[in-house]
């Protein structure tokens, strides 16, 4: 299984900025996706950004959209989340994650495989 860890959470204040890095360690290959969730108290897993295998397609979830850009370093075997614009709302742990071996593409919870042990990220009114 692949092995992934967040770095680069903290606090912050509404309207700044932070960069999110994760960092894969994987065994048996690494042609997948990547992507990163976060999950808010009182709220299920959400759906913030992914990237394909090898770089060309982004997605991003509605909420995210235009203030986040997810990229990759495939050298490095890392992904990467810059978040604008931080609102009180973003407050979460930020988890990040990759599909299976083969998977292209994926941007639902059933598409990955492997988890980070997430970062927290707390913005601030």
């Known amino acids: 299984q692949v092995q992934l860890r967040e770095s680069g959470g903290g606090l912050v204040q509404a309207g700044e900025s932070l960069r999110l890095s994760c960092t894969a360690s994987?065994?048996?290959?690494?042609?997948?996706?990547m992507g990163w969730f976060r999950q808010a108290p009182g709220k299920e897993r959400e759906f913030v950004a992914s990237?394909?295998?090898?770089?060309?397609?982004?997605y991003y979830g509605r909420s995210v959209k235009g203030r986040f850009t997810v990229s990759r370093d495939n050298t490095k075997n890392s992904v990467y989340v810059q978040m604008n614009d931080l609102k009180p709302e973003d407050t979460a742990v930020y988890y990040c994650?990759?599909?299976?071996?083969?998977?292209?593409?994926?941007?639902?919870?059933?598409?990955?495989?492997?988890w980070g042990q997430g970062t927290q990220v707390t913005v601030s009114s």
């Open positions: 994650a990759a599909a299976q071996s083969g998977t292209y593409y994926a941007r639902g919870l059933e598409d990955f495989a492997s």
């Open positions: 994987e065994h048996t290959g690494s042609n997948y996706a």
């Open positions: 990237i394909s295998w090898p770089g060309a397609n982004t």
